[in-house]
T-cell receptor
């Protein structure tokens, strides 16, 4: 399966700091997506980055993709307590698979 | 606005019961998915459907079946619920299997 593997498993930072989460995958992809999940809820799509893109922005979020290393990173700038959630990456290939996620805690 | 709804937020069933989890999307999406989510294991794909009456097994289909009689509705069936099926169940849909998935709020199932 074309599953993304997120790291770290957990991340705890202070409000205002920047957060970095990573995703590794194993084979070639057409696109990679990042999702957020607030506690006990469904996943919400954040950003889709295609294999021919290297970087993408959405508000305080920035996603990079390095296809040579098979790695993507999600950066959250000036984090807020409301950013506390689990973050997942998923890659395509007929169907989407998700890793175990990174649990981000932003302390006020 | 995109909407995926699931029939129940919380459900308590007894071992051996037949359980139906319903998912409805209003976006005319071709593709629908059922996942279960357990601590430390992330989301695991149970089944997906790419068209009415079509279904494909995911990574953990054992103990589950699905039904897609109408495009907007994808049902997950636990023929005989067991305690190891206690989990959070998430439904999702997408117009293209390689594009954004839209998730429902989830159903937390407890099997006693």
């Amino acid at each position: 399966s074309q599953q993304g593997e997120e790291d770290p498993q957990a991340l705890s930072i202070q409000e205002g700091e920047n957060a970095t989460m990573n995703c590794s995958y194993k084979t070639s992809i057409n696109n990679l997506q990042w999702y957020r999940q607030n506690s006990g809820r469904g996943l919400v799509h954040l950003i889709l980055i295609r294999s021919n893109e290297r970087e993408k922005h959405s508000g305080r979020l920035r996603v990079t993709l390095d296809t040579s290393k098979k790695r993507s990173s999600l950066f959250i700038t000036a984090s807020r307590a409301a950013d506390t959630a689990s973050y997942f990456c998923a890659t395509d290939r007929n169907d989407m698979r998700f890793g175990a996620g990174t649990r981000l805690t932003v302390k006020p | 606005d995109v909407k995926v709804t699931q029939s129940s937020r919380y459900l308590v069933k007894r071992t051996g019961e037949k359980v139906f989890l319903e998912c409805v999307q209003d976006m005319d999406h071709e593709n629908m998915f059922w996942y279960r989510q357990d601590p430390g294991l992330g989301l695991r794909l149970i089944y997906f459907s790419y068209d009415v009456k079509m279904k494909e097994k995911g990574d953990i289909p054992e103990g589950y079946s699905v039904s897609r009689e109408k495009k907007e509705r994808f049902s997950l069936i636990l023929e005989s619920a067991s305690t190891n099926q206690t989990s959070m169940y998430l439904c999702a849909s997408t117009w293209d299997i390689q594009e954004t998935q839209y998730f429902g709020p989830g159903t937390r199932l407890l099997v006693l």
